[in-house]
């Protein structure tokens, strides 16, 4: 908005200000289960606790002169004392572990995945997260995790945890959701269901494959309709048990290869045709085709970047 507006000096303060959460990322920081944090200078392996798993970095608490504070990787998940981090927490994160805050740079996706080793490593560990029982769809935190394997160009496996969790978790019964609604949780299973997730901050809806045929939203434009319409291949029902990964999509009649679609398409209406298989398919993998990381592309150097917009990698420069 700054940059739209013409503001460049804050346009530069907060592109800047929003690489800041690279300062807590802690590249040596392995996956302990929770206990006293162990003193590892000088350790010989036989002192060295063991770890719950192979992954290495994490965000972690941190001083302002650098010095990293220690915070298990899975406290305040379900795996351990889920619900010590509500309220007036002695912990550094709220509601969710450092294992769920690790994922959160929505707007710089790119950067994380560097920092975690690659794309491959980034769905490796979202399969993980969500694989081990440390997710918890009850607060909106994790909302976000289950559709960024869209980032790690694997959209399918967003689409396999998107049905793994609803209805399983999300249906009519008595305990059909997870958490404490306060709108966010129908939100999601609404978003889920139509076959789009908005990424928030950001013009970009990532997309899935819906549960329904026929999808019809009203657009902003007077008489106009968004509409979302799932098909399959001549002789397949879409509707069909397994049809949960999309194989390719028209954009009003024109081959989308993107993962993503922006506002537009709900302001000014238009045919989404969604067309879903039984397997992960090429579509939406290719690396032009990935949602597109703001922080990475824009502030280090792409289109609409402003002056001194670059990031500093000195905690006492962005703290305080």
Not at 237 to 259: C, F, H
Request: hydrophobic share 40%.
């Amino acid at each position: 908005m700054a940059r739209w507006l013409g503001h460049t000096g804050d346009f530069a303060k907060y592109a800047q200000r929003s690489t800041y959460w690279q300062n807590l990322w802690n590249p040596a920081q392995i996956d302990l289960p929770p206990a006293s944090p162990p003193d590892l200078s000088g350790a010989s392996p036989s002192q060295t606790p063991a770890a719950a798993s192979k992954f290495v970095g994490f965000l972690q608490p941190r001083l302002a002169n650098g010095t990293f504070l220690y915070q298990s990787p899975r406290v305040c998940s379900p795996t351990s004392e889920p619900h010590l981090c509500y309220y007036d927490t002695k912990e550094s994160t709220y509601e969710g572990s450092p294992w769920l805050y690790t994922f959160y740079a929505p707007h710089d996706m790119a950067t994380l995945a560097d920092l975690m080793g690659g794309r491959a490593a980034l769905a490796a560990r979202l399969e993980y997260y969500h694989a081990s029982g440390l997710a918890y769809l009850g607060n909106e935190q994790a909302f976000l995790t289950v559709f960024q394997f869209h980032h790690a160009a694997r959209p399918g496996l967003s689409a396999k945890w998107a049905r793994a969790y609803v209805p399983a978790q999300f249906n009519g019964t008595m305990a059909g959701i997870p958490g404490n609604d306060d709108g966010a949780m129908g939100a999601f299973a609404a978003f889920v269901m139509m076959g789009f997730f908005p990424v928030a901050g950001m013009d970009v809806y990532l997309l899935t494959a819906p549960f329904f045929r026929e999808v019809r939203l009203r657009a902003r434009k007077p008489g106009r309709e968004a509409v979302i319409r799932k098909v399959a291949a001549r002789g397949e029902d879409p509707m069909a048990e397994g049809m949960i990964y999309v194989q390719s999509i028209k954009l009003n009649g024109r081959k989308w290869t993107k993962s993503w679609i922006t506002h537009d398409f709900f302001a000014e209406g238009g045919l989404l045709e969604v067309k879903v298989g039984r397997e992960e398919s090429a579509w939406g993998t290719k690396e032009e085709d990935l949602p597109p990381s703001w922080g990475f592309e824009e502030f280090k150097g792409g289109e609409g970047q402003a002056p001194d917009a670059e990031p500093s990698h000195s905690v006492g420069e962005h703290i305080g």
